[in-house]
């Protein structure tokens, strides 16, 4: 299997976009973004893809943009990190016990990967789930990253159906916890609400404990 490498340029579009994305903004990090966190992790967050002005900028899952801000808050809540919130990729901020990372790893123009673009990068998250040691939790954000993990694992999507706050027990002793995407659209709608948000984490935190 190849490993993860920032200098990935397998998806034509992605790394087209990139390069456009770096002339226009030249302190960008705009390349793909690794993954945040221990490989040996207790709880995996997974996300869709890198944010515009947020990962795409800092080059850390989840960083700079509203997106993140329910989620450190939240992981802080539950003792995941030390800080509350994640505002750069050097502002001293460590997980604790917890990995971050998306499905897909680059910037997709509108946010929207291909499902081609989502199976090239699924060899990448596929590496990243066989870290896991047995009991832990991988809670997916969104049912795009919900079906990612799947297909990495080799398991029938049809088999799993995603809903918020909902559990499935794998069948090598891991748990994959569903929440809906903590993106600024789902929060301000009252798709998500925090405390929707904190009953997944209390979830994944009594599983892991």
């Known amino acids: 299997?190849?490993?993860?490498?920032?200098?990935?340029?397998?998806?034509?579009r992605l790394a087209s976009f990139l390069d456009e994305v770096i002339?226009?903004?030249?302190?960008?990090?705009?390349?793909?973004?690794?993954?945040?966190?221990?490989?040996?992790?207790?709880?995996?967050?997974?996300?869709l893809a890198p944010g515009m002005h947020g990962a795409n900028k800092t080059g850390r899952p989840f960083t700079g943009d509203y997106s993140g801000k329910?989620?450190?808050?939240?992981?802080?809540e539950f003792g995941f990190t030390n800080k509350p919130e994640s505002l750069s990729a050097t502002d001293g901020l460590k997980l604790k016990d917890?990995?971050?990372?998306?499905?897909?790893?680059?910037?997709?123009?509108?946010?929207?990967?291909?499902?081609?673009?989502?199976?090239?990068?699924?060899?990448?998250?596929?590496e990243e789930l066989q870290e896991l040691t047995k009991g832990s939790v991988i809670l997916v954000l969104g049912s795009v990253a919900h079906n990612a993990v799947l297909k990495a694992l080799g398991l029938k999507?049809?088999?799993?159906?995603?809903?918020?706050?909902?559990?499935?027990?794998?069948?090598?002793?891991?748990?994959?916890?569903?929440?809906?995407?903590?993106?600024?659209?789902?929060t301000q709608t009252k798709r998500l609400t925090t405390p929707m948000f904190k009953a997944v984490f209390k979830k994944a935190k009594k599983l892991i404990d």
């Open 1 to 12: 299997m190849t490993s993860f490498d920032t200098s990935c340029r397998k998806c034509s």
């Open 23 to 47: 002339v226009e903004y030249p302190d960008y990090f705009a390349k793909p973004v690794p993954a945040f966190g221990a490989k040996k992790a207790k709880l995996l967050i997974v996300g």
């Open 70 to 76: 329910l989620l450190y808050e939240t992981m802080y």
């Open 98 to 126: 917890c990995r971050i990372t998306n499905a897909v790893k680059c910037l997709p123009p509108q946010n929207k990967p291909t499902g081609a673009e989502i199976n090239q990068c699924n060899k990448y998250l596929t």
């Open 157 to 186: 999507l049809s088999a799993y159906k995603f809903g918020h706050n909902e559990l499935h027990k794998l069948s090598d002793r891991k748990y994959l916890l569903d929440s809906y995407h903590c993106s600024r659209y789902n």
